[in-house]
C-alpha cells in the first residue's frame, strides 16, 4: 500500500508527531498479520518505522487495544526485555477512526512458519529456542510495581477470567460447532490452578519476535493482549505453538519449528524453570489451557475472515479453519483427562 492510499489526516499527524521524517512517506502493509493491521512507514532519509492500528472491522472486545500496546511498549523499554522504541501514540479518531500508535521497525526476521524456520541455518536453531525462553524468563522477572503496570492487575483468579472471556468470545463467533471448545471449557474449569501473578505478553511465540542472523532474539512486539497475569500461561502458549518429532497434532499456532532441529519442549521447560525458580507445577494443565484458548482466538479471526475485515489481501492460507480449531479444542481435552 503506497502512501496516497493512506488517509491524509494520517499522514499529517505521522509528520507532526514522529521526529526524523525527510521526504515523502511510503506505507507497506506487512504480510502475515492476522489481527491487527501493521504498516511498515519509510521516508526519503532510509528511516523505517511501524504503525499499528486495529482491523477496519468485525473487532472483537478489548481484543485490539492500542492503547494498551503503547502502554507496555514504554512500561517495557528501559527494561531488559527487547522491546521496539515506541515514538508516538494517538487517540483522535479523526485520523483514522481507532487508536493507533507508531515504534521504530524491529529489525532482524520473524520466524512465524515453517519456510521461515527452514532459512535459519541449523546451527543457529539451538540459540532461537534458548534466546526465546531466555526473554520469557527476563519478563516475568519483571515486578510490574517496578515499570509501573501494578495498577492493571485484577482481584480474582486470572485463569478463572480467562476462561470465562475466551469462551465468551468464542460464542460470539460464527463457528456453528462449539461442542468441543464447550467441553474443554469445563474440564480447565474444574481445576484452576491458583498461579502467580506477573507481566503476561498473551501471545508470546516466535511469530511475535524478530530474531538477529545468529538466532537471538532481538525484539518482541504484538502487545495486545499483554496484561498482570499468570506467567504460566506464556510458557503454555509458547509450548504449544512448538512443535517435534513425534507430535501427532500440528502445533496450535503457526511456528518455525516444523523445519526441525530446534531445542525440544522438554528442554525450554528445563531452560525457563532454572531461571525464574518455577518449582512443581501442572505444566499439562497450561498446555491444555493455552491449545483450547487459541482455538477460541482462532474462531474469532476466522470470523473476521469470512466476514472480510481483514483487508483484500488477506491470505486464506493463514486462517485456521473450524475442522482445526475442533481438532485443537479435542487435543486439548484430551491432554487434560490424560
Avoid at 23 to 43: C, E, H, K, Y
Avoid at 290 to 305: D, F
Wanted: glycine fraction near 10%.
Amino acid at each position: 500500500m503506497s502512501g496516497e492510499e493512506i488517509p491524509e489526516a494520517v499522514i499529517r499527524w505521522f509528520r507532526a508527531n514522529v521526529d526524523e521524517v525527510e521526504g515523502a512517506l511510503d506505507f507497506t502493509r506487512i504480510a502475515g498479520g492476522r489481527s491487527n493491521l501493521t504498516f511498515r512507514v519509510t521516508d526519503e532519509g532510509g528511516h523505517a518505522w511501524a504503525l499499528r492500528r486495529p482491523p477496519l472491522g468485525g473487532v472483537l472486545e478489548t481484543a485490539h487495544d492500542m492503547g494498551r500496546e503503547w502502554r507496555f511498549l514504554s512500561a517495557l523499554n528501559p527494561t531488559e526485555v527487547p522491546v521496539p522504541t515506541p515514538r508516538a501514540f494517538c487517540d483522535d479518531h479523526d485520523v483514522w477512526g481507532a487508536d493507533l500508535y507508531v515504534m521504530d521497525f524491529a529489525p532482524g526476521k520473524v520466524l512465524n512458519d515453517r519456510e521461515s524456520g527452514e532459512q535459519v541455518p541449523e546451527a543457529a536453531r539451538t540459540n532461537v529456542g534458548t534466546s526465546t525462553i531466555d526473554v520469557l524468563a527476563a519478563l516475568h522477572h519483571v515486578e510490574p510495581s517496578a515499570v509501573g503496570l501494578d495498577d492493571l492487575s485484577r482481584p480474582g483468579n486470572f485463569v478463572a477470567r480467562q476462561l470465562k472471556r475466551w469462551h465468551r468470545q468464542a460464542h460470539s463467533s460464527a463457528m456453528e460447532d462449539l461442542s468441543a471448545i464447550d467441553a474443554t471449557h469445563d474440564a480447565l474449569a474444574a481445576r484452576i490452578p491458583e498461579g502467580e501473578v506477573g507481566i503476561v505478553h498473551g501471545d508470546f511465540r516466535p511469530g511475535n519476535i524478530s530474531y538477529d542472523a545468529d538466532g537471538h532474539a532481538v525484539a518482541v512486539f504484538d502487545w495486545e493482549l499483554a496484561t498482570i497475569g499468570d506467567p504460566l500461561c506464556d510458557l503454555g502458549h509458547l509450548l504449544v505453538s512448538w512443535s517435534q518429532p513425534g507430535d501427532t497434532v500440528p502445533e496450535a499456532l503457526s511456528s518455525p519449528t516444523p523445519a526441525g532441529g530446534y531445542p525440544t519442549r522438554e528442554e525450554l521447560i528445563a531452560r525457563y524453570t532454572k531461571a525464574t525458580g518455577t518449582g512443581d507445577v501442572d505444566i499439562a494443565y497450561y498446555l491444555a489451557f493455552a491449545r483450547w484458548r487459541a482455538a477460541c482466538i482462532h474462531a474469532g479471526v476466522w470470523t473476521r475472515y469470512r466476514a472480510g475485515d481483514m483487508g483484500a489481501d488477506a491470505d486464506p492460507d493463514e486462517v485456521t479453519g473450524p475442522e482445526a480449531i475442533i481438532l485443537q479444542a479435542e487435543t486439548a481435552l484430551a491432554d487434560l483427562e490424560r
